[in-house]
């Protein structure tokens, strides 16, 4: 089912849309030294491979896989030697595919530029990770970097209907029911080689189940037959429904009641129902500092940390990370003592509270803020014996008030942040704590 034209292919609409450095690569178009070089970066199933040989068909270009798994220096030679004779004798392009290009060192990266350089041959480097990070400058510069992104339910329901009735695929002789359709699509989690390879096991298990049916007759594909050819059970989850939010709100409560078995289990249900790993990593930074906040200041560290890291890494893997900052999260004590600050400290502004700033903090770098007064008798706090001494920062209608807006808990870290900051307002503002 790979597809054959740049119709055919699902998805990509923003690298493919016609006038794109991508789009005249495939169509044969280049510049006055010939074509350019391109690194494809994306997730799995995104159609790497499938671009890189539609480069190849056009112009009737020579196509060479390598990857960079496997290979080395003495591959990529090869290559090049080969390429030099079909360019002399035959005027032939070469495409040199190399799959996970980041596999590769600085030292075999090296080795591609003279023939990338010299439009030796048309590079098209696949990788799924960061090419900032995992391919060397050089080469970047020398190469478009394209990116593709996961296609969305809608593009992978219609591979995977293409693919029931293309001749190359399961050519009209199966029918797939909406729940098993849409299983398929849940499961594929944006990668249409794996909702292909799920189909066609789906298919075999189907046909097992009919080997006594009516010879030619259409069999029918349901539910049960995917859940069986990929062994997980249908989760009850709708990414666009109630199931999403009602599933998600359950994930951020049990966090927040600390119980660990709940949050994971929700986790599990968000992830085998395909849900965007980066969807769940944000909920579990805001969690972290909403719910944990100083009670456990290292939570949201650990909350950004796994965010960036599911960027980076993507499913499977991503779900150990994730896994780990949820239970940190889970087992931090709990305070939500700076949440319920700020939502008050916005309160009053949004009431029209909070008068003019004090003249001394105002800014001074500036022409004629001298003479307006601004700055004048301000205490800079490094030079008070304690590095804090009474000085007046609320505006008046605030320090009269004696606004109170963070007001930590006893529990974790907050514990030992109550009396420091007691002590602080009461150096600051010059009076008794209430």
């Known amino acids: 089912m790979r597809p054959r034209t740049v119709d055919e292919v699902a998805g990509q609409q923003p690298a493919l849309r016609p006038g794109s450095p991508l789009r005249r690569l495939i ?43 496997t290979a080395g220096v003495k591959d990529v030679r090869a290559v090049m030697d080969r390429a030099t004779q079909d360019r002399s004798l035959y005027g032939r392009q070469t495409v040199l595919f190399l799959d996970e290009i980041h596999r590769f060192s600085k030292a075999q990266q ?7 350089e010299n439009r030796l041959v048309i590079l098209v480097a696949a990788t799924t990770e960061n090419p900032s990070f995992s391919v060397i400058a050089p080469l970047l510069s020398r ?3 394209v990116t593709l992104t996961s296609l969305d339910d809608d593009d992978v329901r219609g591979v995977v209907e293409r693919a029931l009735v293309d001749e190359r695929g399961l050519a009209g002789e199966f029918t797939l029911e909406e729940e098993a359709r849409e299983h398929v699509v849940r499961m594929a989690g944006g990668d249409a080689r794996r909702a292909l390879t799920t189909l066609e096991a789906a ?48 994930f951020i409560k049990s966090m927040r009641g600390s119980d660990v078995d709940a949050a994971l289990h929700y986790l599990a249900r968000q992830l085998e129902a395909g849900e965007d790993p980066r969807f769940i990593a944000r909920r579990i930074v805001i969690a972290a500092s909403e719910d944990v906040g100083l009670g456990d200041p290292t939570a949201l560290q650990t909350a950004v940390a796994a965010m960036h890291a599911v960027a980076q890494i993507g499913m499977p893997e991503a779900r150990i990370i994730l896994a780990q ?28 509270r909070g008068g003019p700033v004090p003249p001394h903090l105002r800014g001074t770098g500036y022409a004629g803020a001298e003479r307006l007064g601004h700055g004048a008798g301000y205490r800079y706090s490094h030079d008070e014996p304690a590095g804090v001494g009474s000085q007046q920062f609320l505006p008046d209608d605030l320090l009269e008030a004696d606004v109170d807006y963070y007001r930590p808990t006893g529990r974790g870290w907050e514990e030992r942040l109550g009396p420091r900051w007691a002590e602080l307002r009461r150096l600051v503002r010059g009076r008794r704590e209430r």
């Open 27 to 69: 169509e044969g178009q280049g510049g006055a030294a010939g074509p350019l070089s391109a690194i494809l970066w994306g997730p799995p199933g995104t159609g790497k491979t499938t671009l890189a040989h539609l480069v190849a068909r056009s112009a009737d270009r020579r196509f060479v896989e390598l990857s960079a798994v």
């Open 110 to 116: 090296d080795a591609l530029l003279p023939g990338v």
């Open 143 to 145: 190469s478009v970097l």
């Open 203 to 250: 298919a075999g298990v189907a046909t097992d189940e009919r080997a006594a049916g009516r010879e030619g007759e259409v069999i029918p594909i349901r539910l049960q037959h995917v859940e069986q050819a990929v062994a997980h059970a249908a989760v009850r989850y709708d990414r666009a429904g109630d199931q999403h939010y009602d599933v998600a709100s359950a």
């Open 325 to 352: 900052a949820v239970v940190h999260n889970a087992l931090a004590p709990k305070s939500n003592a700076v949440y319920v600050a700020v939502n008050a400290a916005i309160a009053d502004v949004r009431a029209g």
